[in-house]
Structure formats: C-alpha cells, structure tokens
C-alpha cells in the first residue's frame, strides 16, 4: 500500500499562535485512522492544513506529490472533509446540499440512490430544507454531501458530538459500510469506542505534538490513556 495523505514536519499556526509542531504522520490507502488527544490538542487544525486554512510549514503530501496552494486542491483530488458543527446549508433542501457534493467534477460510483440507501432517512426528507432536520440527520447530510465529492480519503471532525447514543450506533455502521468499499477514513472523534470499532490504529496529539500512536488496542492502556488525557 502507499500513502494517500502524508504530514512530514508539519508546523501550523494561526496570527503567529504555534498549534502543530513538527507533525509527522501517513494515512495509507483505505484504512481507517483515528486522532485523538484532549480538546486544544491540535486536532481540528492538522485537518484544516490538509486546506491550507492556518499558515502551515513543512510538508503535506496527497497521494505522495505535495498539497497545491489552491484551497479546494484537495477536494479535486480526492479528499474530503465533514468539518466539526456538519456546515450544511438551511436554505437549500436535503437533495441540493448533497449535490453540491458534485462541485469537484470527480467521477466513481457515488450517487443520490446510494446515498439514500445508506442514509434512509434522508430520502424520505430529500425535499426538506436543511434546517428542518435534526442533529443526527444533519450530520449524516454533511456526509452524504462530501461522499458525492468521490473520496479516496474522508475525514471527520467530531461527528458524534452532541448525538444521541442510537444516533451514534447509525453512524458507526455508515462509516462502517463506507469504509468497507476501500475508502480511507480518518477519525477525530471524543468518544474512543467508535474509534476501537471502526479504526485499525490512532495517533494521539498532546499540545500540538505526535505523542503516541499504534493498534487501537492500545487505547485501553492506562499508560496511554494518562498520556492522552481519555
């Protein structure tokens, strides 16, 4: 296998604030990674690197040729991200927010029947506005949105928060069924048994660092819990 997404001495920062130091990390072509650390732990930035959102130093290399300077660069090549809070659009309807998906122009076998199969209740509501669904549903609308984009690599900023427990379980077996196809998936994610379900390894951040990292076994280690603050 080779890498789809590469981080090799990543620094980040925002106004000069330092959040990431020499990051270095791979995410290889269709496996599942979660990132884990406290909140502040730098997270949510190393994804927003990927799109160039803080000042970024180093390198981060997509499919092993380095990140163009253009902020949907990425999406054009395959990678998409569900960012914390879902982002949908409540003026538009379930079924236009998925299409703009279709913005990058990638081709493959994602398409509005499918995503209905994998999220029913987004069918039954696909002329509803955005707004009128709830949390859950919302956050399975920002998926089915960036799955139209055609990912080899999907990324997830915190998509339980604020979920209900059954709510979780339906996503668990989504992310399942679309990991299953050979999508690589990286996981920010609170809750560690989601990512011990679904993950094969994680990387752990501790005040912008890579401070541990291995087979998600390992997150039941008290040792490595204490690291991480879980």
């Known amino acids: 296998?080779?890498?789809?997404?590469?981080?090799?001495?990543?620094?980040?920062?925002?106004?000069?604030?330092?959040?990431?130091?020499?990051?270095?990390?791979?995410?290889?072509?269709?496996e599942t990674v979660g990132l884990v650390g406290r909140n502040g732990a730098g997270k949510t930035t190393a994804l927003l690197s990927v799109y160039g959102v803080p000042r970024v130093t180093g390198q981060?290399?997509?499919?092993?040729?380095?990140?163009?300077?253009?902020?949907?660069d990425p999406a054009t090549r395959g990678f998409s991200l569900v960012p914390q809070g879902k982002m949908i659009f409540p003026n538009l309807t379930v079924e236009e927010n998925i299409l703009l998906g279709r913005a990058s122009k990638r081709k493959g076998e994602w398409s509005l029947p499918r995503v209905y199969e994998l999220f029913p209740n987004l069918a039954r509501g696909?002329?509803?506005?955005?707004?009128?669904?709830?949390?859950?549903?919302?956050?399975?609308?920002a998926i089915a949105?960036?799955?139209?984009?055609?990912?080899?690599?999907?990324?997830?900023?915190?998509p339980t928060e604020g979920l209900?427990?059954?709510?979780?379980?339906e996503?668990?077996?989504?992310?399942?069924?679309?990991?299953s196809t050979g999508t690589a998936l990286l996981l920010v994610e609170q809750h560690?048994?989601?990512?011990q379900k679904l993950a094969s390894r994680f990387i752990a951040l501790q005040k912008g660092q890579l401070v541990a990292s291995g087979p998600v076994a390992d997150l039941s280690d008290r040792a490595v819990q204490e690291l991480i603050a879980l």
């Open 60 to 72: 981060i290399l997509l499919d092993g040729k380095p990140v163009g300077r253009r902020r949907y």
């Open 192 to 195: 560690i048994s989601m990512i």
């Open 126 to 141: 696909a002329k509803r506005s955005g707004s009128a669904l709830s949390g859950g549903e919302q956050q399975m609308l």
């Open 1 to 30: 296998m080779s890498a789809v997404l590469e981080f090799v001495d990543v620094g980040a920062s925002y106004a000069g604030a330092v959040v990431l130091q020499n990051l270095s990390f791979a995410i290889e072509e269709g």
């Open 145 to 158: 949105r960036a799955l139209m984009a055609e990912p080899k690599l999907l990324m997830l900023d915190e």
């Open 164 to 169: 209900a427990p059954v709510i979780i379980d």
């Open 171 to 179: 996503l668990v077996i989504a992310l399942d069924t679309i990991r």
